[in-house]
């Protein structure tokens, strides 16, 4: 299946840091190659693990199935926090003190590797520090942040304090806790130059490459797209969600869409902040500065995020940007104009923190890193220690936090929640199609149709042409439903998500939506290619 939108971005609105920076293009793999280290994904996690091994002198070779930062990473608000979004005292409640403790630690010192990196190989990519507040709505008990005070100075962040409110001006926030330190970016900028520096020190880059399968062992091989294979010492999997792994991990976290809005204000109009505050759905807040200093056309960029939901579940895209433009409109009158809209996928962990390490069920020289839980971007900087210190053979003291093989008991709950959640998205299976025929899908929309005894996803162009796949997703079988703001299919069970016409963009599912049956009901059938024996078979590049 070929497709005009899937290897682009992983969505349709696109986010002020792909239009604000120039990515370097890399080749895709055209042959066998033998190296020390494969990673699987090219956002922060994978080329942050990149950078640290070539510079630990290890072969490393990365493969992305579309451009770099292509996935989720360039989808964020790009905040750098320790200022965790599941509170200090639910995960001293999950993780005891010690786990709290190492949680602000790990992430305290992702901030820092990145302001390392960052000024070692003098890359200009708007690194500055801010302080963060987390502040509660208007007549709302100051409960929360009176506990979450008390347990960031037991996990030993004691610099966290109270401010008689966040420095905001056009809004009273009331009493707000302060998060010195923390730090912002333009995550693209950072990257392309990281990229640039693995592949100047030796790391190879393959980008448009789609890795099919992935075995571990000695060594370990990942086959990708067209039969070329990448054999190496150890694989990691850095693509938000893993692709190697079916079950297990699915079980253990859950995907949500998140929405986010940059709205046009006066340059120094609003302080540079982060800004959090503690309803459910939450709001988050940072200023992006536009145009050179001192140029006369410079001006800021508010961006606003939240309103997230269940992804796959809610089809209301234009609702969630209408009620985070009312919010920010509300707080802040400079505003002068929306200039962005977009939204990206966040992995809710059960018990609040992500998924680093040995791959559950897997040989041990397989790696994951998965459950940004909000904050994927110092999350994917903590994947690239863990990781790179496993298969350095050095001692990691966050590695047994982050296991994804470790089990919480008092997230049990949890647990069972987002699993139930799961099992009655099945009943699409049985109900009847949104329409009977595809001429009443509007042009530039999906929709799902009955076809027999199965369900046909159908996307209706802006010429007029429909576009049918098969509406089951590859996973564990869920049927998909439209999402009319990134124009893709989303699987409402573990958040795999397809373009318009059927092509894979995030996991679990590893494989584009099925072909449609014809009129008759049956699928249509494609022989597989026979491997012809009489012709030598080529050998692995050792790179």
Known sequence: MTSPLSAGTSGRMQPIWLTTAELPKFPHLTRN????????????????TAYLLVRAGRRVVVLEDGD????????????????????????????GLDGARLAAESHTAAIDLIEDIVAKEAIDCE???VDGYLFIPPGESLEILEREISATHRAGLTGVRWVPRAPLGTFETGRALCFPRQAQFHPIKY?????QIITDAGGQIFCRTHAEDVHGGSPARVLAKGGHVVTAGSVIIATNTPINDRVVIHTKQAAYRSYVIGARVPAGSIPKALLWDTPDPYHYVRVKTMGGPGSEASYDVLIVGGEDHKTGQKDDAEMRYRLLEMWAMERYPMIERIEFRWSGQIMEPVDCLAFIGHNPWDDENVYICTGDSGNGLTHGTIAAMINSDLILGRDNPWSKLYDPRRRSLKSAGDFAKENLNVLPQYADWLTPGEVKEP?????????????GLTKVAVFCDDKGACHECSAVCPHLGCIVSWNSGEKTWDCPCHGSRFDAYGAVINGPANSNLGSAPDASGRFPTVASPKRDASKPQPKPVRT
């Open 68 to 95: 770099i930062c292509s996935g989720e990473t360039g989808r964020t608000s790009a905040h750098l926090s320790n200022a965790l979004d599941d509170r200090y005292f639910e995960l001293e409640h999950l993780h």
């Open 191 to 195: 990257l392309a130059r990281l990229a």
């Open 127 to 129: 690194f500055e520090r």
């Open 439 to 451: 001429s009443r899908i509007p042009r530039g929309s999906g929709m799902v149709l009955r076809k």
């Open 33 to 48: 190659l033998d190296t020390d280290v494969c990673i699987v994904g090219a956002g922060i996690a994978g080329l942050t």
